[in-house]
DNA sequence: ACTCTATGTTATATATTTTTTACATGATGT
DNA sequence: ACATCATGTAAAAAATATATAACATAGAGT
């Protein structure tokens, strides 16, 4: 369970994207609701794969949506 | 194998960096130079963690450092 | 020819992420 | 009160990333 040192505005940029919701999300990147949910409580770091795709969909680069807190 | 769509410039990097190699590198940042090797062929995509911490080495962000093929 | 060093590569094991399924709660609407 | 929707959470299985160990090759230097 080694929660990690990145942080994200996942949820920021959901908000301002209409409120959009944690399964539209996952829905848009073929990711499930429950594995958004553990991303932006930070519980474990994605795939940079899945980071990019993230990123795409609020149209930010993935340094705007994930910092590290090293 | 799913082959990752991700690309990377750490080959060059290394270079720039006075010719790092693969084990430095990966010593660095506590990865072996198989998983170095492997990620610079795009074999797999790193963790989003990894990812920064690469980055972090050469002082470049993560955008500078990888690049996706949506 | 021999010895290093850096890299490629493979097979197996371990760790971590992601999915799937399920149940719970608070908010909202009827 | 009831239904619906978004979210939290958790356990087990599946997928993927990473480690470890081993063997191979090509280049540089002696």
């Known amino acids: 369970m080694a929660s990690t040192r990145i942080v994200n505005n996942i949820?920021?940029?959901?908000?301002l994207a209409g409120e959009?919701?944690?399964a539209d999300?996952?829905?848009?990147?073929g990711m499930t609701r429950q594995t958004i949910a553990?991303?932006?409580a930070g519980k474990y770091?994605?795939?940079?794969?899945?980071?990019f795709r993230i990123a795409?969909?609020?149209g930010k680069t993935l340094d705007e949506v994930f910092q590290?807190?090293?």
Not at 11 to 15: A, G, K, Q, W
Not at 45 to 51: D, G, V, W, Y
């Open 20 to 22: 959009m919701t944690q």
């Open 56 to 58: 795409q969909v609020f």
């Open 25 to 29: 999300l996952g829905a848009r990147i």
């Open 45 to 51: 770091s994605p795939t940079l794969e899945a980071a």
């Open 68 to 70: 590290w807190e090293g």
């Open 38 to 40: 553990a991303i932006e």
């Open 11 to 15: 949820r920021t940029l959901r908000f």
